[in-house]
């Protein structure tokens, strides 16, 4: 049973930073493609970024381009996403996946078998 733990998450004020984690047990980490994406009240489940098996390949949505950073310590089964110039849209749910598709790069929650907990990320003005 793959299990996701998420934390770091938090309040910041607007220009911010903070740092998620998300720690894996249960299965081979080195394995999956890890993804982050968030959910704001009222609206849909989104895509925010996603990471390589071995941490090679990365991408992210229009909307974090430039300001977050996802990496992966495969030796600790750890993802990391990195938050900078945070703003209050940014505001969410922040959830990590695992997925074994072999397509580069899955954006779709579907494409995403095991999913942790969340954690609450709030941006304030």
């Known amino acids: 049973q793959v299990q996701l733990v998420e934390s770091g998450g938090g309040l910041v004020q607007a220009g911010g930073s903070l740092r998620p984690s998300c720690a894996t047990s249960g299965g081979t980490f080195s394995r999956y493609v890890m993804g982050w994406f968030r959910q704001a009240p009222g609206k849909e489940r989104e895509f925010v970024a996603v990471i390589s098996w071995n941490g090679g390949n990365t991408a992210y949505a229009d909307s974090v381009k430039g300001r977050f950073t996802v990496s992966r310590d495969n030796a600790k089964n750890t993802v990391y996403l990195q938050m900078n110039s945070l703003k209050p849209e940014d505001t969410a749910v922040y959830y990590c996946?695992?997925?074994?598709?072999?397509?580069?790069?899955?954006?779709?929650?579907?494409?995403?078998?095991?999913w942790g907990q969340g954690t609450q990320v709030t941006v304030s003005s």
């Open positions: 996946a695992a997925s074994l598709r072999n397509r580069w790069y899955p954006a779709s929650p579907d494409e995403f078998a095991y």
